[in-house]
């Protein structure tokens, strides 16, 4: 990622709705119970502080507290479980946003259009993508220049959403499930899977992080919206509870699939020729399901 310049003085912006500091009683993603405190991050905190050197926002004054699962190692927290789609509108996903994520308006989709381009190639002619919280569209016209077929749905960007199928081979999913907050995961999983078909993989994006990560590390970004970071083993529990399996293609890239079943053939051949390497990955692993 590019580094930026400290960004110009911001005003004060508005006061945040409460955020929570109840402890959670279990963790949603492996079912374990008792996460423990890991500490707190002021909300202002960007990714991109990172990359900048510098702050982008001002101190917000407001510790968000995260917790850590003592199984998964599932670092999340439930501070904004409370929070309506309206006030993360206001406070996260605003005008101001591309100060936290400036690769978030077009660099990312962009280069997102053309790997997915090129991984399945002819295989898309075929087969209509669906791109699961696909912010404004970027990544669906993208792939539409190139001559594909591509949907996009996103709850904080409806006003354009076309009608949907019934059901998709390719579902994609990038940089998304970190902003799902703790209390939702499972409706967030259902409503996901509700659009694949039973054939269907997910492309699914995000950072997956070391067990013994600390807070200090920069993909734990509350004025990011990352408020739920994946290990390996909690990503792997979490899909293995709606029975999906995982293959990590590498930390940052994971495709998810239902086991295959006798006579559950894929519509698009060039589609499933492209995925018979996920044949090899079996049931989920019945151990990590919660």
Known sequence: ??????????????????????????????????P??????????????????TAQFPP???????HRCGSCQFTFTAALDGWTPQDFQAHIYNADYVRADPVFADVRPTRN???VA??????????????????DGTFARRLQAMGHR????????GEDTPELLDSYDLITCFEVIEHVPHGDLDG?????????????TVLLSTELLDADMALSNWYIAPRNGHISLHTAASLRALAAHHGLSVFSINH??????????????????AMGDRLTVLDTLGDPPPSLAP
Request: aromatic share 8%.
């Open 1 to 34: 990622m590019t580094a930026h310049t400290a960004p110009p003085a911001l005003p004060a912006p508005p006061a945040l709705p409460d955020l929570s500091d109840q402890a959670p009683s279990h963790c949603n993603a492996c079912g374990a119970v008792s």
């Open 36 to 53: 423990q405190p890991l500490g707190d991050k002021d909300f202002a905190y960007s990714c991109n502080d990172h990359f900048a050197g």
């Open 60 to 66: 917000a004054d407001a510790p968000v507290r995260y």
């Open 113 to 115: 259009s053309q790997m």
């Open 118 to 135: 090129a991984l399945w190639n002819r295989a898309l002619q075929d087969t209509v993508v669906l791109d699961f919280g696909g912010g």
């Open 150 to 157: 591509c949907h996009t749905v996103d709850p904080f960007h």
């Open 188 to 200: 967030w999983f259902t409503t996901l899977l509700g659009h694949l078909s039973p054939q269907g």
């Open 252 to 269: 940052e890239m994971h495709l998810l699939r239902r086991p295959r079943t006798e006579g559950c053939g894929y519509r698009n051949r």
